[in-house]
T-cell receptor
Framework: DTGVSQDPRHKITKRGQNVTFRCDPI?????LYWYRQTLGQGPEFLTY????????KSRLLSDRFSAERPKGSFSTLEIQRTEQGDSAMYLC????????????FGSGTQLSVL | AQSVAQPEDQVNVAEGNPLTVKCTYS??????LFWYVQYPNRGLQFLLK??????LVKGSYGFEAEFNKSQTSFHLKKPSALVSDSALYFC???????????FGPGTRLSVLP
């Protein structure tokens, strides 16, 4: 159990560019979540996978955002045509399943859009 | 819709004194309630959860929380605060039919030596 890892830790990009983040969950976890956190706020839900199936998406997730988990292991979150309002910490979490299972979070990817 | 409120942005307490971090929630089903802690430059870490049963739940690092259904509250407590408890604390709720966790805005706890 090496924990949830996210890459990169920091990303600085110019407005209009595309960015992609990667999350590697704990290996035996079948559920994977993406959250976004801005300064002074709690994490906001973006999307959720069970294995390779994306089962839920927040209305916060505009059509510029897309997430995949192609083999039910790692996941990627892509933001197209970034805007300054996308600047935030993007958090990934995984769990073993079940409605009372706790989440294990990665350290996040800090995105700054200039 | 589910929501979580943490009415205090900041809580200050002297080392050795008891601490309370407040949380209230609003859900339309049976709630699953969680507390997470975030230390600087670290990911959120699970502290404790309430699913069913005893209203007082015990968790990591000596923390406990009391579920109060009539007041829709789930306050986090510790009998004797440590300087190392200083961090950002988040309350979260999940209903028994949903997949999404909803987090509160967080409370910054400062324990003064």
């Amino acid at each position: 159990d090496t924990g949830v890892s996210q890459d990169p830790r920091h990303k600085i990009t110019k407005r209009g560019q595309n960015v992609t983040f990667r999350c590697d969950p704990i290996s035996e976890h079948n559920r994977l979540y993406w959250y976004r956190q801005t300064l002074g706020q709690g994490p906001e839900f973006l999307t959720y996978f069970q294995n390779e199936a994306q089962l839920e998406k927040s209305r916060l997730l505009s059509d510029r955002f897309s997430a995949e988990r192609p083999k039910g292991s790692f996941s990627t979150l892509e933001i197209q045509r970034t805007e300054q309002g996308d600047s935030a910490m993007y958090l990934c979490a995984s769990s073993a399943g079940g409605n009372n299972e706790k989440l294990f979070f990665g350290s996040g990817t800090q995105l700054s859009v200039l | 819709a589910q929501s979580v409120a943490q009415p205090e942005d900041q809580v200050n307490v002297a080392e050795g004194n008891p601490l309370t971090v407040k949380c209230t929630y609003s859900v339309s089903g049976n709630p699953y309630l969680f507390w997470y802690v975030q230390y600087p430059n670290r990911g959120l870490q699970f502290l404790l959860k309430y699913i069913t049963g005893d209203n007082l739940v015990k968790g990591s690092y000596g923390f406990e929380a009391e579920f109060n259904k009539s007041q829709t509250s789930f306050h986090l407590k510790k009998p004797s605060a440590l300087v190392s408890d200083s961090a950002l604390y988040f309350c979260a709720v999940r209903v028994n039919y949903g997949q999404n966790f909803v987090f509160g805005p967080g409370t910054r706890l400062s324990v003064l030596p």
